[in-house]
């Protein structure tokens, strides 16, 4: 028997080489014999006789009282304290002689006259 060459692959490790030569070694299995479950019986389900249930009388119900309505405590909402520079950008942005000028623009002439 002749040993293959190595083959290297770029990097790394060489390939292992495999002996394709020695046949396999094959495996004989004996054949055994599967015997077969007994069927399982089942005894036959003894039926009860249901208890008669005597229905109680219905007694007429009792009145229900309304439960009072809830009374919700009056929560006022917060509001914030309000910018003063921003409303004062408004305003000047509202006159008629600043109509269809840029926000910039505007942040400049309110700036001329802020308080």
Not at 7 to 12: A, D, L, Q, S
Not at 14 to 25: C, E, F, L, M
Not at 43 to 69: G, I, K, L, T
Request: charge should be neutral; charged fraction near 35%; hydrophobic fraction near 25%.
């Amino acid at each position: 028997m002749k040993n293959k060459p190595v083959i290297k692959r770029g990097r790394g490790r060489p390939r292992k080489v495999v002996n394709t030569d020695s046949p396999s070694p094959v495996v004989v299995a004996e054949q055994i014999p599967v015997k077969e479950p007994e069927p399982v019986v089942q005894p036959e389900p003894v039926e009860e006789p249901e208890p008669v249930v005597q229905p109680e009388p219905v007694a007429e119900p009792e009145p229900v009282e309304e439960p009072e309505p809830v009374v919700q405590p009056e929560t006022t909402k917060k509001t914030r304290k309000s910018n003063p520079w921003v409303e004062h950008c408004f305003k000047v942005r509202e006159r008629p002689e600043n109509q269809g000028k840029s926000y910039r623009d505007i942040l400049k002439i309110a700036k001329l006259d802020y308080y």
